[in-house]
């Protein structure tokens, strides 16, 4: 049986680390844990999805 994808049940924030750019990346929570990520100016296009231990492993900056 093929998991569920996950739904995005929060908000799209803007990473902090954008600061006032363009070229920003917004991130949202999803259903399972993980996070959604999306390209500040491509609002309704490919999102990348990441599962809560491959967003917990990430690096910070």
Do not use: I, Y
């Amino acid at each position: 049986m093929a998991s569920a994808t996950p739904t995005v049940v929060g908000p799209f924030v803007k990473a902090s680390a954008s600061g006032q750019q363009d070229a920003c990346v917004e991130v949202a929570p999803l259903s399972d844990g993980g996070r959604a990520v999306r390209d500040s100016k491509n609002q309704h296009g490919p999102r990348l999805h990441f599962a809560a231990a491959q967003w917990a492993a990430s690096p910070t900056a």
